[in-house]
């Protein structure tokens, strides 16, 4: 995967180059992460890449010409690159995403600024709108650092064991279990026996319920929307059983009959 990155702060990129996966994965070749600098296509003495709003109002607006001719430069680099312009009213970036967009040959991350870019240059250069969530940042360079990194770890060879994203949270539409190291007393807490016992299959279904448990208190809106693997349903079923049963035995007779309260 090649990554250019069109960007007024060429320089924020440098410490994400420089380190963990992203770094392994440009030095195994592969990926590869370039910026264009969009100054350096402004015009003038003062390289000037913003501009007052037409219409009045305050905040200024990323100059067309800049851009367009940076988006030239970067194409020259990466003919068939997917142009990617980081803004609030894109398509919400999740691991489904992630996982279409690792597939591509090379991506153009366009990094606005100010108030955003001029709108000619998103109906003339631009194939996908994404978002990192509804919140306001001041530049679209750490969503586009976002956007590289989930990319990057799904790249086969990226991590170090080859079948660690698998296991993470959103992989498999779930979050993922706790996880626990040395040392085996830590501020009076022991981790789950079961993590010790060295049986796999135990362990195996310990993960599953600890997945599920967590999705099921924190984030129940992902299993709204996804299918349940038979022992998950399974694992549902018997908490189930327990909830009611618990209910039925604080239950005063008759409360849950039709003419009780609730
Ligand atoms: N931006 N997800 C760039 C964002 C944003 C987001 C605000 C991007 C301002 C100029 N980008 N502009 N959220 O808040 O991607």
């Known amino acids: 995967m090649k990554f250019i990155a069109l960007t007024i702060f060429p320089e924020l990129f440098a410490s994400f180059r420089e380190h963990g996966i ?38 200024m607006v990323m100059k067309p010409e800049p851009l367009a ?43 606005g600024r100010y108030e955003g870019i001029d709108d000619r240059i998103l109906h003339d250069s631009i194939d996908l709108e994404v978002s990192i969530g509804d919140y306001v940042l001041t530049g679209g360079e750490l ?24 296991h993470d949270s ?16 830590f501020e009076g807490q022991s981790p789950p026996e079961v993590l010790l ?28 929307n996804r299918t349940l693997s038979r022992q998950e349903i399974e694992v549902l079923k018997t908490w189930h059983k327990d909830i009611e049963k618990i209910i039925r035995a604080h239950t005063p007779p008759g409360a849950d009959s039709p003419s009780g309260v609730k």
């Open 170 to 185: 959103f992989s498999n539409g779930l979050l993922d279990c706790g996880h626990f190291t040395r040392p085996p007393q």
């Open 69 to 111: 001719a940076a988006l030239r430069a970067a194409r020259a680099m990466a003919p068939s690159a997917t142009t990617v312009l980081l803004c609030p009213q894109g398509r919400r970036f999740d691991q489904a995403m992630a996982h279409t967009l690792k597939s591509l040959p090379s991506m153009i991350l366009v990094c």
């Open 22 to 59: 992203v770094r392994r994965a440009i030095e195994g070749d592969l990926i590869s992460l370039d910026t264009v600098n969009i100054r350096d296509f402004a015009s003038g003495k003062h390289r000037v890449t913003d501009d007052r709003p037409y219409g009045g109002g305050c905040g």
């Open 197 to 224: 016992s060295g049986n796999h299959r135990e362990i195996e279904q310990w993960r599953l319920e600890s997945s599920l448990i967590r999705t099921v208190l924190k984030r129940i809106d992902l299993l709204e």
């Open 143 to 166: 969503p586009a650092m976002i956007v590289m990194e989930a990319v990057t770890r799904l790249i086969p060879g990226a991590l170090g064991g080859e079948l660690s994203a698998d």
